[in-house]
């Protein structure tokens, strides 16, 4: 079985400032990973996906991503936070025979302050 | 390329009737899945399609069913609607490139969703 876990409900920073968001996973096999962004009344959008290949994931809208196996985490970070980055982001989980089916964390509501 | 469509945005019932969700995936996608999101219980896989077959199904009650046709268009279907079954219902669709099912890697593509509420 596969769960998330996405530490913080809501994240609040000043803008410019440093964006983390934490993210938590457990997996019994190696796992794929994807941060996804949910702006109000509109569905999921991909920002970056870890899938075996470099640890160090870049995705769109300058967010990255590290993935740590030690940790089991997968952290997304922005070094300077913009206002249009105030969204929801969502932290996912897949295998090879997931298929379509992934499992979300309980999602962060990022604000960002002037 | 169009994104995914999903139609109607809004939708309001009333306890015990059912309704019907409709998919369009981009082009060339034949991988279909459905997503509830409640503030409660969060994103939650339905099920998924691929190739007018159903391939995965979450763990929802057998109210809850959907189907794809040949041209990869989905529809899901609510029945008995219940007051719970308020949600934003999502739909994702996905490829791979050999066209074969898609591998867990394959990113998901969402619409907009359908805003049911249910009074």
């Known amino acids: 079985a596969q769960s998330v876990t996405q530490l913080g409900s809501h994240v609040s920073v000043s803008e410019g400032a440093l964006v983390l968001l934490r993210c938590n996973y457990s997996?019994?096999?190696?796992?794929?990973l994807f941060w996804y962004v949910q702006y109000p009344n509109q569905g999921l959008q991909l920002l970056l996906k870890?899938?075996?290949?470099?640890?160090l994931v870049k995705g769109i809208n300058g967010f990255e991503a590290e993935f740590k196996k030690s940790e089991t985490s997968f952290h997304l970070t922005k070094p300077s936070a913009h206002m249009s980055d105030a969204a929801e982001y969502f932290c996912?989980?897949?295998?090879?025979?997931?298929?379509?089916?992934?499992?979300f964390g309980e999602g962060t509501q990022l604000t960002v302050n002037p | 390329k169009a994104g995914v469509t999903q139609t109607p945005r809004y939708l309001i019932k009333t306890r015990g009737q059912q309704v019907t969700l409709s998919c369009s995936p981009i082009?060339?996608?034949?991988?279909v899945s459905w997503y509830q999101q409640t503030p409660g219980q969060g994103l939650q896989f339905l099920f998924e399609?691929?190739?007018?077959?159903?391939?995965n199904k979450g763990n929802f009650p057998g109210r809850f069913s959907g189907r794809q046709f040949s041209n990869s268009r989905s529809e899901m279907n609510v029945s008995t609607l219940e007051l719970g079954d308020s949600a934003l219902y999502l739909c994702?669709?996905?490829?791979?490139?050999?066209?074969?099912?898609?591998?867990?890697?394959?990113?998901?593509?969402f619409g907009n969703g359908t805003r049911l509420t249910v009074t």
């Open positions: 996912a989980v897949s295998d090879p025979t997931s298929g379509s089916r992934l499992t």
């Open positions: 399609y691929f190739s007018e077959t159903q391939r």
């Open positions: 870890y899938t075996s290949a470099a640890t």
């Open positions: 082009s060339g996608h034949r991988s």
């Open positions: 994702a669709s996905s490829f791979k490139g050999d066209g074969t099912f898609v591998h867990g890697s394959s990113p998901l593509h």
């Open positions: 997996s019994s096999v190696p796992p794929y």
